[in-house]
């Protein structure tokens, strides 16, 4: 008799799971804060912690994944520690918002069908506003918002978010 592997990893995602689960008292009216709860334990919502969830509240997984695809709140993509939001809207777009774009991906060698660093600790993201018109162009970096942004002033944040992580 074989006996299987078992990946601690996956068994130590599911304990956190099953935390999160019991936080919210297993509830399924609660699928949102649920998944809330998951994708920032891991950054994104991985496919089989989404059907985990999905048979522990006792509710299809199509349920689950509806919640998840419908919010864009939810990634179904790993993210990167860092997520840096530039705002592509008109008045950013006109300040030169397209540059920062061009200094990120050339930074961070990334492209648009790949916006997250291999390592995950960058994830570049464009948006269509962040309403800070008066700022533009406007970058925001985790939570912190930048304002009139330039192309070094781009380069200088990514090298300073690049030292934290040393």
């Known amino acids: 008799m074989v006996t299987p592997v078992v990946n601690a990893e996956k068994l130590n995602n599911f304990s956190k799971v099953c935390e999160i689960l ?4 297993r509830q399924p009216s609660k699928i949102i804060p649920i998944l809330q709860a998951v994708q920032e334990e891991y950054r994104y919502l991985p496919e089989e912690i989404m059907t985990f969830v999905a048979t522990s509240l006792g509710i299809s997984p199509a349920r689950v994944f509806g919640v998840a695809t419908f919010y864009s709140h939810f990634s179904l993509e790993p993210k990167g520690k860092n997520i ?3 705002c592509d809207g008109t008045a950013c777009h006109v300040k030169g918002s397209s540059g920062l ?11 648009e069908k790949e916006p997250t660093t291999e ?5 570049l993201e ?5 309403g800070a018109c008066g700022l533009a162009p406007a970058v925001v970096i985790n939570e912190k918002v930048f304002g009139q942004v330039s192309k070094k002033q781009m380069k200088d944040l990514i090298d300073e ?3 934290k992580e040393d």
Do not use: N
Not at 119 to 123: G, I, R, S
């Open 22 to 25: 019991e936080r919210f008292d």
């Open 84 to 86: 840096i939001k530039v």
């Open 101 to 111: 774009i061009d200094v990120i991906r050339r930074e961070l060698k990334l492209t």
């Open 119 to 123: 390592d995950l600790l960058f994830t």
């Open 126 to 130: 464009t948006v269509s506003c962040l």
């Open 161 to 163: 978010y690049r030292t």
